[in-house]
């Protein structure tokens, strides 16, 4: 499995940390092996103009994520594909604002984001109520095991 972690923002972010966690979300989600994912760190102005080129929305925002070969968690009984997972783009400056609102670290939070990402890398979404439901439920099921590893 390849996870690549770039941090082209101003803030220190952990990458060995994020990489790991990508990598435990990938193994639990039965994600195959060899899928490749790109995580880039950026500043509020990269991530605003990627928001806007991207999703028509206006300003920053927490995190953005780009899916490439339409990867899907393999099933019990299915094997999971190989490719390209995707590209998840975080802004820590964000991330460290909405952590003083929720109350935790910063770090939490871009794990948080991390694993919200990558959810939606396969295929996941919240627009729906019970979409809502469903992948807020294994993002805090997938947060809670990292935490308990």
Known sequence: MSIEVLNES?????AR???????FVMDQMRVHR???????AV??????????KW????????????PMDELRPGKALEEP??????DLVLCPAVAERQAAEAGHSTQDELDLLTV?????LLGYDHAEP?????MFGLQATLLQQWAAK
């Open 55 to 66: 999703m028509e929305k206006a300003g920053p925002t927490d995190v953005l994520a780009f």
């Open 116 to 120: 919200h990402g990558i959810l939606h």
């Open 130 to 134: 019970e979409e809502h439901k469903e």
């Open 81 to 86: 594909e190989e490719g390209v997972l995707g």
């Open 43 to 52: 500043d509020e102005q990269t991530i605003a103009e990627l928001n806007e």
């Open 17 to 23: 940390r994020t990489q790991q966690l990508a990598r």
């Open 10 to 14: 101003e803030f220190e972010i952990d």
């Open 34 to 40: 060899l899928a490749e994912l790109c995580i880039s």
